[in-house]
């Protein structure tokens, strides 16, 4: 917990060190700044979309499945931003009546096991990106090349399991 300053008030957890000083690396502030982006892309896509088809009776060809891609790119540019952040659901129904070292242990031994998942997942997204690319698999309607977000989820996932083994306690 961060204690006011002089004034009263407590530092932002973005601005202070500590916990957030990751907040402030160039890496984070790319992806957040690329999920910003995604966001106002999605954004723009539903507007033009909704825009032609009530007011023109001419909508968007394929904002739906642009919508689709946007969104995953959208899930796995901030996936990292969330785990290093520590802001997945966790369910912890009796976490409280065991020792505080017991409740580190658990929590190292949930971090190395998402981290061994997201390590799997990242292996298993580069191989569907490589069949995609050989087999040249593109989207519907859009004909969009499926490979690079099999890749951006790859990484995504690479960048997410090292974050849960280098994220640090929340209390």
Do not use: K
């Not at 539903?46 to 959208?74: I, K, S």
């Not at 996936?79 to 242990?105: C, F, K, M, N, Y």
């Not at 998402?114 to 390590?119: E, G, K, R, T, Y």
């Amino acid at each position: 917990m961060t204690q006011p300053d002089a004034g009263g008030t407590a530092p932002s957890p973005a601005s202070s060190g500590g916990r957030w000083g990751h907040r402030r690396a160039l890496w984070y502030r790319l992806l957040a700044g690329a999920s910003a982006l995604l966001i106002l892309a999605l954004i723009g896509v539903t507007c033009v979309d909704v825009v032609g088809r009530y007011l023109f009776n001419h909508p968007f060809g394929g904002a739906y499945e642009l919508t689709q891609m946007l969104l995953a790119a959208l899930v796995f540019a901030a996936l990292p931003l969330t785990s290093i952040d520590g802001g997945h659901v966790e369910v912890d129904l009796a976490l409280h009546l065991l020792s505080r070292p017991v409740q580190r242990v658990l929590g190292r031994l949930a971090g190395a096991v998402s981290a061994v998942a997201l390590a799997y997942f990242a292996y298993r997204m580069v191989l569907i990106g490589l069949d995609q690319i050989h087999d040249g698999t593109r989207s519907a309607s859009l004909a969009l090349p499926m490979a690079p977000l099999a890749f951006l989820a790859a990484a995504s996932c690479a960048v997410s399991s090292v974050a849960m083994i280098l994220r640090r306690e929340t209390q």
